[in-house]
């Protein structure tokens, strides 16, 4: 399977609630299917994960920033592109943001992303810890717990 390295961003407001988008595939190969997460996308070849993080986010949120921080947390798994379908291992970084207050903007979207995100939320710990909606990455709780931006909850 072809590596997809890609960069994720943990965005927090003041509350420390998470910003997730919500993606519902409407068509192609993954038509039905929907979950919740973290902003983010694919690394361009030569560009730095870093790099990524700050494009991406501007992309997907509206909000500039030229230094992401240090990566928190880095996952690895297989997943289909909803794009093509084609399966592809993700080499995922995670760079924690923390901002005051954000209206995301969908002003620099990509065709695929208006496609495809439908929605996004601002999440508390309990609320992600206690939902039956599926989010991505599943252990997104235990992450931010581990990252400590986030306590264990009793």
Same mark, same amino acid.
């Given at each position: 399977m072809r590596e997809r390295p890609s960069s994720r961003l943990l965005i927090l407001d003041c509350e420390h609630r998470l910003l997730l988008f919500r993606f519902e595939r409407k068509r192609g190969p993954l038509a039905g299917q929907a979950f919740w997460a973290t902003p983010g996308g694919g690394v361009d070849p030569g560009e730095s994960f870093e790099a990524a993080a700050c494009r991406e986010l501007l992309e997907e949120t509206g909000l500039y920033i030229d230094d992401p921080g240090?990566? =928190?947390?880095?996952?690895e798994a297989s997943f289909q592109l909803a794009s093509t379908g084609e399966m592809v291992t993700g080499d995922e970084r995670f760079f924690l943001i923390r901002i005051h207050d954000l209206d995301v903007s969908t002003e620099n979207w990509t065709e695929l992303e208006r496609d495809v995100m439908s929605a996004n939320r601002w999440w508390s710990q309990a609320e992600l810890k206690s939902t039956t909606d599926q989010i991505w990455p599943e252990d @997104? =709780?235990?992450? @931010?717990?581990?990252a400590g931006v986030w306590k264990p909850l009793a």
């Open positions: 240090p990566q =928190v947390a880095r996952k @997104l =709780v235990e992450m @931010l717990i581990n």
